[in-house]
């Protein structure tokens, strides 16, 4: 698991400088020379500040794929976090210039955002994100785990990037015209297995490579009482990976198969995806009659998708339908498919008296996949011709149709009761082609039928305690999928207390229980959640302030599954009872000035109990010494540690320090 904790600081300049003081005008007898005025310090063209750090690490301690696939953090200089103001006097260009960034120097989640803005004309926006993404969890499909060998067979090492530019133009006209390219990549390397059949899988070298470009341009007209947006918009996807091994290697088994011993000499697998779409986009909002108002969403789009796939393999495998060995192995794919997709959306709210509050909305979800697909298999015997299969040579096609209305009243039994309540009538068919397990040689036909019902309300005394609660029930004729949302009931209750002006007291409870009774799916899955906070702030936080939040949460799967080696029916059964907190505690000295030191310690946990029993904590502390107005030094400590009672391998701790500087312009 992941426990995400992030603390911001901002550390505002405590004065602007001061303003020179003007010479004192000459005197003559004659007369007095002109007085001159005050003459202030020229405006600064750029103001904002940067946060700059160097981290050192122990260990890590225990595993370290495992500390990489959680925490991934690293020694060296780091911009933590940086913001800068450029200002253009002459105003020819921009009023306003913001650059925002964080994490750059090595760290795995790299932000950087540029804002330019000119009052009536245009507003320009450009984010950049990149992410370091590995996951190697030792436990993880890897089926030779309880031989002590630790191989996780679906491995990533890549790097994910992602860019967006917006520019809308007379952002404060009443006809906005609007353009956007925003682009998504993904490339590195990674583990994945060469599947044989049943006889045997062999992990081998992948490399990963795609990204996908979308652009979009529509105009907004902004009016008193509508508001519309029309939008054309098209993508383009392209996703090439390679796997390849040239070692010897005897996969998954090591005892021999009908005497024989399995092994994978050489193998080269490729796949190219290429894709593209174009979409159109309409949205409108109107409240021209006082008590009601209008709103709706409609969307078009048309993916298009062409594959090729190419397979070459040698070595010793075993052919289990007819008992027989295989030296080599080609294999060669290719499909296309097109995908026409449309939604619809429309809402109208009715509020015709102080206290009564009506909603209804419909909405409607077509998808229809044709594709067409052909897959041959070439095997080379060494005593005999080579046999040549067409795994698969046909057309497929895809429905998917979902529609759903709802009915929601809201009604002011007093000042401080709001009782509301709520009808949802869900519908749907798909036809799917008939999957390889089942007795069907034909389409698989699905419908999705079901009633919920929706009972709420809201108290409120005053300004101090607020309490909200929620409950939907549904008995679910049919539906999709064996996980799906069937005859279950859901709750939801929601506290506030403001106890005094710098004490706040929450707290919330959500429960949930699904079932479906289906001999062949016997699905039942129960949750619950209860979250206690407190936030203490005396005198605005400008001396002391204390956040803390406790969790606990409860989590039971129990669901019937076929073994894929004998199709025998199995229970799966799954078990999680966690807790975890947050607390922080943050001091600043009686008078703030230079030399006095501000201190935030505290930190997170999280401790579950069940199929997976695991400890994770996160304590932490921070030092902020200011030494001059515009310039602070600061110090910082954390500590992670995760350890797992079934996987005691997979563990590690480690103890990071920060030390830096942060500085106002």
Known sequence: ?????????????????????????????????????????????????????????????????????????????????????????SKHFWHNLTVIGSNWGGDPYNTLKVIAEKQRYYRFTADYRNISYFNFL????????????????????????????????????????????????DYGRGVTPFVTGTSNDYPIRTDIDDHMNNYRGGVRFEFDKEHITLEQGGTDFTDNQ???SSDSSNGDRSAPLLGQTLQLSKALLGYGITGDSIYTRALFNSNRIKWANVSGQFLYSRPRTNVNYNEAASGNFALLSALRFYNSSSLVGAGEASMPHNTFNIGVELHPGQRLRTYYSFNSNQFHNASSILLTEQLFFATSPAQITNLLSNNNRLVLNYYQQRVDVAYDVTKRFTLRGGYRYEWGDANVPAGFLTASLGNDAGLLKRHVGLVGGTYRAGNKFTLTGEFEASNGISTYFRTSLQDYKRFRAVARYQLLPSLLFTANATMMNNENPAPTVNYNFDSNQQTAGVFWTPKGGNRVSILAEYTHSHIRSDISFLDPTDLSRNQSVYRDYGHSGTAVVNLTPLKPGIGMPNLMFGGSFFVSNGSRPTNYYQPLGRFILPVHRNFNLFAEWKWYGLSQDYYIYEGFRSHLFTTGFRFTL
């Open 1 to 89: 698991m992941k426990l995400i904790f992030s603390l911001l600081f901002v550390l505002a300049p405590l004065a602007a400088q001061d303003q020179a003081k003007p010479a004192e005008p000459a005197k003559t007898e004659t007369a007095a020379a002109p007085v001159e005025p005050p003459v202030a310090d020229p405006e600064r063209l750029i103001t904002g500040s940067v946060e700059l750090g160097y981290r050192f690490r122990t260990g890590p301690g225990g595993d370290a794929n495992t500390y990489r696939s959680v925490v991934n953090l690293g020694e060296g200089l780091r911009i933590q976090n940086f913001d800068f103001t450029i200002d253009d006097p």
């Open 138 to 185: 030792p436990s993880f499909a890897d089926p030779r785990a309880i031989q002590g060998v630790f191989f996780n067979e679906r491995s990533y090492d890549t790097h994910k990037r992602m860019a967006q530019l917006d520019l809308e133009l007379f952002p404060s006209r009443r006809i906005v015209p609007f353009f956007s390219y925003s682009r998504a990549s």
């Open 242 to 244: 390679q796997i390849f």
